[in-house]
């Protein structure tokens, strides 16, 4: 082979890995729905997700929007965080990097799963579902509940939104009367 090709195929292989690296790539949305007719806001969590320019739906009158993030250290653009520290075995670098994105249904949505990525300057991530409902998001307050310490759930019917880690539970906790019926349908991440 003589050296032209070589020098060829190094471009090459070094400008693929340097688009692979860009990918963006999402692991999670918190919470991963909303109500018909609110606006919630979500944090997504990733790889190379601060890079992200732009929300994409699957229907056109959900509409997403990157704000920024006020809670933790900003890597100096608008909307965007990398977290930073010691990982643990809770933790992994796949979902290093979080954006808090703003969404807002329309009311003419039906109730369903739609598709939710995130556009980069090199490319679209993969999709991860978004679920809207009739119901409202009530959202963990507490990280670390129990059967003693439980996230109160203020009125039903609801959705309840909870963020377990690895070998964690959480607890709600709601009002009922005699004789009522209350039924729960159950999601989690496949």
Known sequence: MN???IILVVLCTLFASSL???KLSMGFLYPAGGQVGATVEVEAGGLNINKAVKVLFSHPDIKG???????EEEDGKKGRRRRRGRLTDQSSPQLADRVKIRVTIGEGVPCGLYDLRLQG?????????FEVASFPNVLETRK???PTNPNVVGKLPAVLCGYVSPGGVDHFKFSGKKGETIVASVKARQ
């Open 65 to 71: 929007e990157i704000v920024p993030i006020e809670d």
């Open 20 to 22: 692979y690296a860009q």
């Open 144 to 146: 670390y509940s129990s």
């Open 121 to 129: 300057p090199k490319g679209v991530s993969n999709m991860l579902p």
């Open 3 to 5: 050296s032209k090709k």
